[in-house]
């Protein structure tokens, strides 16, 4: 298999963990929530409650950030070379590797380590659209990129 396409079935295994992990969360908030028993402490059930149904809140806005992730992920074509910087490009660099797709983080392949990053991330923009040989600054450091496959 590709180096390209194991990077991307890295990336759909990330999403499919997160979202595997914020669905867990969002059921045991649930059932706390449902278990939360009215004392004679009446604010301290309802304080219970909110903060519940706050945290479901919150873990049903990192899903809808996934599906936003998924749908990035999924216009990416494994298969497809450029000899310029877009979604789905490998790209070596003296300061690193890194996969344009989503921001996953380090990813492992063969011993090698890769950043899988947003095309949006500051230094995915310093890398959109350019080729090898290009250097540029980026939190101070010189970046030289050596490839793009």
Do not use: W
């Not at 999403?15 to 969360?25: F, L, P, S, V």
């Not at 990035?72 to 890194?98: D, H, K």
């Not at 380590?113 to 980026?138: N, R, V």
């Amino acid at each position: 298999m590709k180096l390209k396409q194991q990077l991307y079935i890295l990336c759909g295994e990330y999403i499919t963990n997160r979202e595997a992990e914020i669905k867990h969360a969002i059921a045991e908030a649930r059932e706390a929530a449902n278990n939360e028993t009215k004392s004679s402490a009446g604010d301290k059930y309802e304080t219970g409650r909110e903060t519940m149904q706050q945290e479901i809140d919150l873990n049903i806005t990192r899903l809808n950030e996934l599906s936003k992730l998924k749908q990035t992920l999924e216009r990416i074509i494994p298969e497809l070379t450029s000899s310029t910087v877009i979604p789905g490009s490998v790209v070596r660099t003296n300061n690193g590797n890194y996969y344009i797709a989503i921001g996953a983080g380090k990813l492992k392949v063969a011993d090698t380590t890769y950043y899988a990053i947003s095309a949006e991330s500051p230094i995915g923009e310093k890398l959109a659209g350019q080729k090898a040989g290009h250097t540029f600054d980026f939190n101070g450091k010189k970046f030289a990129i050596e490839g793009v496959a």
